[in-house]
T-cell receptor, first 110, second 114 residues
Framework: GIQVEQSPPDLILQEGANSTLRCNFS?????LQWFHQNPWGQLINLFY???GTKQNGRLSATTVATERYSLLYISSSQTTDSGVYFC????????????FGTGTRLQVTL | EAQVTQNPRYLITVTGKKLTVTCSQN?????MSWYRQDPGLGLRQIYY???????DKGDVPEGYKVSRKEKRNFPLILESPSPNQTSLYFC?????????????FGPGTRLTVL
């Protein structure tokens, strides 16, 4: 099956810093989403981005489908950004099943 | 408000005592699915449903049952729970069974089986 790798696995930032999270996937995909899992365990949709670039406030994402990677940018980080960030993809022929990456655990400190 | 709801949010039970986790969505979505999340194993799909009365196994279906009698509801049934089913469970839905659609997740159900 498709492999989804995220880097870095862990990241500690001071408030106000910027960061880039990466997601590599091993095969062509129909769908790519970024999620934030908050400390209460809830999965929050950040971006639906099978290709191209999107921005939402301090967050933006870029997916280059032909090169099989996606990037999530967090600017001016805040403590509320802490949590785990997941990339998830739907591979061709898998009937909407999301395959999740291993996640990047982000901690933003004061 | 468009949402996916799950109940209960937290549950502690004992081995062998049948339980049902409910999932409901108010977005008229055709496709619904269940995932479990475990440390070191990530999120894995348990079952999915492409429409009413159409369900199929995901990657880890053993020990679970589902039903889809109405479009909005997709309950997860554990007929004889065991400790290895202790996990965080998520229900998800998406507009169609095409994979070119954004998926939305419920708030999660944290289950402990003693």
């Amino acid at each position: 099956g498709i492999q989804v790798e995220q880097s870095p696995p862990d990241l500690i930032l001071q408030e106000g810093a910027n960061s880039t999270l990466r997601c590599n996937f091993s095969d062509s995909v129909n769908n790519l989403q970024w999620f934030h899992q908050n400390p209460w365990g809830q999965l929050i949709n950040l971006f639906y981005i099978p290709s191209g670039t999107k921005q939402n406030g301090r967050l933006s994402a870029t997916t280059v489908a032909t090169e099989r990677y996606s990037l999530l940018y967090i600017s001016s980080s805040q403590t509320t950004d802490s949590g785990v960030y997941f990339c998830a993809v739907v591979a061709f022929g898998t009937a909407s099943k999301l395959t999740f990456g291993t996640g990047t655990r982000l901690q933003v400190t004061l | 408000e468009a949402q996916v709801t799950q109940n209960p949010r937290y549950l502690i039970t004992v081995t062998g005592k049948k339980l049902t986790v409910t999932c409901s969505q108010n977005m008229n979505h055709e496709y619904m699915s269940w995932y479990r999340q475990d440390p070191g194993l990530g999120l894995r799909q348990i079952y999915y449903s492409m429409n009413v009365e159409v369900t199929d196994k995901g990657d880890v279906p053993e020990g679970y049952k589902v039903s889809r009698k109405e479009k909005r509801n997709f309950p997860l049934i554990l007929e004889s729970p065991s400790p290895n089913q202790t996990s965080l469970y998520f229900c998800a839905s998406t507009p169609g069974h095409s994979s070119y659609n954004e998926q939305f997740f419920g708030p999660g159900t944290r289950l402990t089986v003693l």
